[in-house]
């Protein structure tokens, strides 16, 4: 009759250790898909931004291709760039680029931003995972405790 209550204990210290290990395997997996989360917006973000800068520079190099190409239809038909309805029309095609620009950086942005709550949606859900996993793990302890202490008691009194 002394077996049992050694039995019970050994159980339940078993219990306790394989709930610990799972526990600590749970939560280095969600670690892990934290990092892994934090990789994949890095290189979404340098994707997006080289995505635009060299949106940017082909817009730049059209822009004075077009310019270029006006300036000397200008040049051929004895009429100057430097003023006039000349100068005009080249300013009105910087002022689209810039507007055209500004909706690359915009647009660029508002994908950062996407992705940027992407992330942050899952931390939170990691986080969350980590708080249920302590919350476990903390009962997990607690029910070994309590099963030990009956277990010396129930032992005791016989």
Not at 38 to 55: H, I, R, S
Not at 123 to 147: E, G, I, P, V, Y
């Amino acid at each position: 009759m002394e077996v049992t209550p050694i039995i019970t204990v050994a159980a339940i210290a078993a219990s306790a250790f394989y709930s610990k290990k799972t526990i600590d395997n749970q939560k280095k997996q969600v670690k892990a898909a934290k990092e892994a989360a934090q990789k994949e917006y890095d290189l979404n973000v340098a994707q997006t931004k080289l995505a635009l800068e060299e949106q940017q520079r082909k817009n730049k190099n059209l822009l004075q291709r077009q310019q270029s190409a006006y300036k000397a239809r200008l040049g051929a038909s004895g009429m100057s760039s430097k003023n006039g309805t000349g100068q005009t029309v080249l300013d009105t095609m910087q002022q689209e680029h810039d507007i055209e620009d500004k909706f690359l950086v915009n647009r660029a942005n508002i994908s950062l931003e996407a992705l940027l709550n992407g992330i942050n949606e899952s931390n939170t859900r990691n986080l969350l995972s980590l708080s249920t996993l302590d919350n476990k793990s903390a009962q997990n302890t607690w029910n070994s405790l309590s099963n030990f202490a009956n277990t010396a008691g129930r032992t005791m009194i016989k």
